[in-house]
């Protein structure tokens, strides 16, 4: 009797515990599904698709770099550079290391930086 009642109490323990993992597991599986189309991980850190960290040109505030000729994204309509970067993925339009990186990003993903740099004010 006073053996199960040990058994019992460590059962439950092992379930709480358990419980904690799962609700820890959910919390860090979040952020990581959310990266896949977060504007600003790719704006900062590209992808690993051949996407460069467009901060790396256009500025991590979106102002652009005049002395790289890199224009200012901050503030435009996010239409605007989800058309400009389907264009460019297409090799119509920009340079050719922009043509790569618009073609390393997903649709979705265009979106997701065009939304980004549209939501950052205007330098
Ligand atoms: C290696 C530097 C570099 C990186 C990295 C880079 N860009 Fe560019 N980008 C440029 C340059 C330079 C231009 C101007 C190209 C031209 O028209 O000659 C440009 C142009 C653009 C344009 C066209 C703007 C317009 O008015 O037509 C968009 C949109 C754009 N970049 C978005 C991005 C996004 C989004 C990323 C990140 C995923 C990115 N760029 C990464 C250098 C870069």
Do not use: W
């Amino acid at each position: 009797m006073k053996e199960a009642g040990k058994y019992f109490f460590f059962e439950k323990k092992k379930q709480k515990t358990f419980g904690l993992l799962s609700v820890a597991l959910s919390l860090l599986a979040a952020p990581a599904l959310a990266q896949d189309v977060s504007g600003k991980d790719i704006v900062l850190h590209g992808n690993d698709n051949g996407a460069l960290p467009c901060a790396a040109c256009h500025g991590v505030n979106g102002a652009g770099n005049t002395s790289m000729g890199a224009p200012v994204l901050a503030g435009l309509p996010a239409n605007m550079i989800v058309q400009a970067l389907a264009q460019m993925a297409q090799g119509q339009g920009g340079n050719e290391i922009m043509q790569r990186v618009a073609a390393g990003l997903s649709p979705a993903e265009r979106q997701a930086v065009a939304t980004y740099f549209a939501g950052l004010p205007k330098p």
